[in-house]
């Protein structure tokens, strides 16, 4: 079975830091990646995915992640967080073939201004 | 736009009552899901469904069951509600193509409170 560990659970960063949100999943096979992003009263909404290619993906609002294939994992970052950055960040996998994604327990980021 | 709609956004039920929560997307999707989102254990997959009346348990189906009569609307059904059913559950669709590839819609979720 596939399962996703999102390790960071609440992150409060000041604006212009830094981000850095683990993400590790555990399956053998073929997967696709996926980073979700909930802001406050708004509904769940794909951030960036992995499916092939370039290990280094890019999505919207300047967030990029990294596929690690050895290491199982798939980071996000942002080189500068905004106050608008606040929300609940999600990891997902979904195996080949697999019709539902599994997400991660998310990670709450917190940006102070 | 892709709009997927969940019918009540707050309920209050009592426990051992039944509970409908439903879904309609306009988007023509195959795939349904339900999920449920707690604090800490993120999002769980309860049940999902690729066709009319076809449906596939998720991780807890437990206490659970859906209905999928028309392809737009996937309902979601607890028929004893109990106090650890208190959650924001949420619905999202995507078509067959998209699965694997592309990106889950999802509604702005439905937040139950069994008391």
């Known amino acids: 079975a596939q399962s996703v560990s999102q390790h960071n659970h609440h992150v409060i960063l000041s604006e212009a830091a830094s981000l850095e949100l683990g993400c590790n999943y555990s399956?053998?096979?073929?997967?696709?990646l996926f980073w979700y992003v909930q802001y406050p009263g708004q509904h769940l909404q794909l951030l960036l995915k992995?499916?092939?290619?370039?290990?280094l993906v890019k999505g919207i609002k300047g967030f990029e992640a990294e596929f690690i294939k050895s290491k199982f994992s798939f980071n996000l970052r942002k080189p500068s967080v905004q106050w608008s950055d606040t929300a609940e960040y999600f990891c997902?996998?979904?195996?080949?073939?697999?019709?539902?994604?599994?997400f991660g327990s998310g990670t709450r980021l917190q940006v102070q201004p | 736009d892709v709009k997927v709609t969940q019918s009540s956004r707050y309920l209050v039920k009592r426990t051992g009552e039944k509970v409908f929560l439903e879904c309609v997307q306009d988007?023509?999707?195959?795939?349904m899901f339900w999920y449920r989102q707690d604090p800490g254990l993120g999002l769980r997959l309860i049940y999902f469904?690729?066709?009319?009346?076809?449906?596939e348990k998720g991780d807890i189906p437990e206490g659970y069951s859906v209905s999928r009569e028309k392809k737009e609307r996937f309902s979601l059904i607890l028929e004893s509600a109990s106090t650890n059913q208190t959650s924001m559950y949420l619905c999202?669709?995507?078509?067959?193509?998209?699965?694997?590839?592309?990106?889950?819609?999802f509604g702005e979720g439905s937040r139950l409170t069994v008391l």
């Open positions: 999202a669709s995507i078509t067959a193509r998209g699965q694997n590839t592309g990106e889950l819609f």
């Open positions: 992995y499916f092939s290619g370039d290990p």
């Open positions: 399956y053998g096979g073929t997967v696709n």
């Open positions: 469904s690729y066709d009319v009346k076809m449906k």
């Open positions: 988007m023509d999707h195959e795939n």
């Open positions: 997902a996998v979904n195996a080949i073939g697999r019709r539902a994604l599994t």
